[in-house]
């Protein structure tokens, strides 16, 4: 019985593709095109064409051809293990995905069971943006890797900040109720307890993910609260519309934010006119002061006709290619083996590490406001004539958190 | 305490008079027509969306008047061409129809006008705080919707209840075929109610489209509650409708102001502190579960009274 069900493992994936392409390098893209995800999902797909582009044009990685295949999963754990397992079956050994840390861990899980199963072809998780501090600790696996900074990085960051902003007294919590939202909770509350015990966290709100039309009600409650600043993780729509009702009400507070310059939030920040009053926390951001990315972001504009929003996906995709040609193989048991521990120059300066414990890449971590643009800022995000300016810099051995991954190597 | 009372409950009455806006022309279609038309969010959206492009082109106001006219326009085309012929088959062929169109007219608008929100901005003229309570700002626009709602409201059920049009509308519903003989043109009839109640929908999508986000998934994120309000309201009822929207705005906002939790409800007997596998549910605030308030007001109402607040028959 175990003959045959391995035999079948072996012959059921190469029925599909008599001979799987060996010349392109596919990468199968597994995020939202559809639903409320959908804004997202398709600037990600952008990017990740025109990096593929990019290397096809200096010849690729070791000769061959990177290929795009995007695949719609809806933000849907569910959905997305249908659309892996149909790139698995295509031919693709590369999966990248990002939005939702309940895909991500999904996918995580079935990859792992996927390369016990079938040894001889193995798959690559790369991560580039679900955060979920959970991925490189006890949910970590061998075969995923993580270039956007986890959430509790960014929270240790974005704390490091707050604890010399002297004017910060009080602040309000508000979330998205799921496995992301809960997470920045409470490494606020434990990160501002420890760094600065003065500050009250006079409310922590939790509320659902991306079902709110009327954030009014909650405004009321933040203004009631007396809070001088708003620590929030939220994103799309749930970003927009909670600031839009802050602006209505006439809250004057700072936001500390993740995603404040998600698709639709610069607009959201305009039209609010909160100058300067919105921060983020990000690996790069357009008027970073560094030339060669300042370079790159021009170009990556002129072509996509977006902002360059995933810088680490950049550091991914070069990063992908500087491994595979150290290994001098595109097999992806290889490529891992070199990921490991690999030092790589990320497109806004700098160096970052991809940490051997539980593949989660360390780089410096940039806190920057959205108002009127400086002098030297060219910048400006979706036509809103406002843009981003640097105020902080968290070099990568202040960015780094511990992990408690103890990871089974193949 | 005071402060919160008052600002919640004009967020809520303002909230509820959005959702009124917004089911009034489900409520029509649905009261003189039958039809329960799935497809209405999608002529909410494609208003937003003609009122987006219009207000660039011959600005805000022009935009008002001749997108909800267009979206009518669609919905009488709607009517003529689609429902029409899938009426004879019954209630549930024109659901479907209007249950596919829903996607089509999803998929169309994110063809022409991408998936990513558009910058849709309240007109200059409305973009300043009518009035201070307690510091809290309340924008001209969201009085300004307010009032469209109340005279949307107002008209309807004058013109219903009150003209010959309303009668011949109403006769249609129940006797086709003696208003046919009357010398009516029921076809044309039910043409214009199906058109009206689309436009209702665009003007909705057009002053709604700036206050909310612009996207391609509005319609998908704002369906359900619609429905919500016209069941709870009583299907088919106006009025109902009204006091549905006005209910489920206040203690959709009151829900959210409450900080206590399911556990706290039992004082120093508190469950949430024994070893247990429900303590997550225990400590779930009333906050954190206010937006499924309506849904659960939804089961509630159709168990206690099946033909909601206000309506007439039960299906």
Not at chain 2, 41 to 67: D, E, N, R
Not at chain 2, 242 to 253: E, H, M, N, P, R
Request: hydrophobic share 50%.
């Amino acid at each position: 019985m175990r003959k045959l069900a391995l035999a079948i493992a072996v012959i059921a994936p190469m029925l599909g593709h008599a001979a799987w392409a060996e010349d392109t390098i596919k990468i199968g893209y597994i995020d939202p095109l559809s639903g409320g995800g959908a804004s997202v999902g398709e600037g990600g797909l952008k990017t990740f064409q025109y990096l593929a582009d990019e290397l096809n044009a200096k010849g690729g990685i070791l000769g061959h051809k990177v290929e795009i295949v995007p695949l719609d999963n809806k933000t849907n754990p569910q959905e997305s293990l249908v659309q892996a397992q149909k790139a698995i079956d295509a031919g693709v050994r590369y999966i990248t995905q990002g939005n939702g840390s309940s895909v991500a861990a999904a996918l995580s899980d079935f990859i792992a069971k996927n390369n016990t199963r079938n040894p001889g072809k193995e798959v690559l998780y790369f991560n580039y943006a679900a955060v979920d501090p959970s991925l490189t600790n006890e949910k970590c696996s061998y075969w995923h890797f993580r270039w956007d900074a986890s959430s509790d990085i960014k929270m240790e960051a974005l704390t490091n900040y707050m604890k010399d902003t002297a004017s910060i007294k009080k602040v309000y919590l508000i979330n998205q109720d799921y496995s992301f939202g809960q997470s920045v909770r409470s490494d606020a509350r434990k990160m501002l307890g420890a760094k600065r015990p003065d500050i009250q966290i006079v409310g922590d709100e939790l509320h659902p993910l991306l079902k709110v039309t009327d954030f009014s009600p909650y405004i009321a409650k933040i203004k009631a609260s007396g809070a001088d600043s708003v620590v929030t993780g939220n994103w799309g729509q749930d970003f927009a519309l909670l600031l839009k009702a802050a602006a209505d009400a006439g809250l004057k507070v700072n936001w500390y934010t993740y995603y404040a310059g998600g698709a639709g939030g610069p607009t959201a920040i305009k039209q609010t006119g909160l100058d300067h009053q919105v921060f983020q926390i990000t690996e790069g951001f357009a008027n970073s002061g560094n030339q060669t990315a300042m370079d790159y972001e021009k170009a990556f504009r002129a072509k996509v006709n977006l902002s360059l929003w995933y810088p680490r996906a950049v550091n991914e995709m070069r990063m992908f290619k500087a491994a595979a040609e150290k290994a001098n193989s595109i097999d992806p048991v290889k490529v891992a083996a070199t990921l490991e521990d690999l030092k790589f120059d990320v497109l806004d300066g700098g160096t970052g590490f991809m940490r051997k414990d539980d593949h989660q890449f360390f780089q410096p971590i940039y806190i920057s406001s959205f108002g009127k643009l400086a002098a030297n800022d060219p910048f400006d995000e979706e036509n809103t004539g406002w843009g981003w300016h640097g105020v902080s810099k968290v070099d990568t051995p202040q960015a780094m958190v511990s992990t408690s991954c103890k990871m089974t190597r193949p | 305490m005071l402060e919160l009372v008052v600002i919640s409950t004009l967020n809520g009455v303002l909230f509820g008079m959005l959702l009124f806006l917004l089911s009034s022309g489900l409520t029509v279609i649905f009261s003189m027509m039958g039809v329960l038309n799935f497809a209405h969010a999608s002529f909410y959206m494609l208003g937003a969306f003609f009122g987006f492009q219009l207000t660039k082109w011959i600005g805000f106001w022009p935009a008002l008047v001749l997108a909800p006219l267009l979206v009518g326009a669609i919905g009488m085309a709607v009517e003529r061409y689609g429902l029409r012929n899938t009426h004879k088959h019954g209630h549930v062929a024109e659901l479907l129809l209007t249950f596919g169109l829903a996607f089509a007219i999803e998929e169309i608008v994110s063809m022409i006008w991408g998936k990513s929100p558009l910058d849709y901005r309240v007109p200059a003229l409305l973009d300043f705080p009518a009035f201070t309570i307690f510091s809290t700002n309340y924008p001209a626009y969201k009085i300004f919707m307010l009032a469209v709602s109340v005279v949307i409201f107002v008209a309807l059920l004058v013109v219903l209840k009150r003209t010959r049009v309303g009668l011949i509308v109403q006769a249609a519903l129940t006797h086709p075929h003696m208003v046919g003989h009357l010398g009516h043109n029921v076809g044309r009839v039910f043409m214009a109610v199906f058109g009206v109640g689309s436009a209702l929908a665009g003007l909705a999508g057009v002053i709604a489209g700036p206050a909310l986000v612009t996207q391609s998934d509005m319609a998908a994120s704002l369906g359900p509650i619609l429905f919500v309000v016209i069941v709870f309201g009583g299907l088919g009822s106006l009025p109902g409708a009204f006091i549905a929207s006005l209910v489920i705005g206040l203690v959709q906002t009151f829900a959210v102001a409450l900080d206590g939790s399911l556990a706290s409800a039992f004082g120093p007997l508190d469950p949430s502190a024994g070893p247990s596998v429900l303590a997550d549910i225990w400590n779930v605030t009333i906050a954190q579960v206010a937006p499924i308030v309506p849904y659960m007001l939804l089961v509630l109402i159709l168990i206690v009274r099946p033909m909601g607040l206000m309506g007439t028959r039960e299906s």
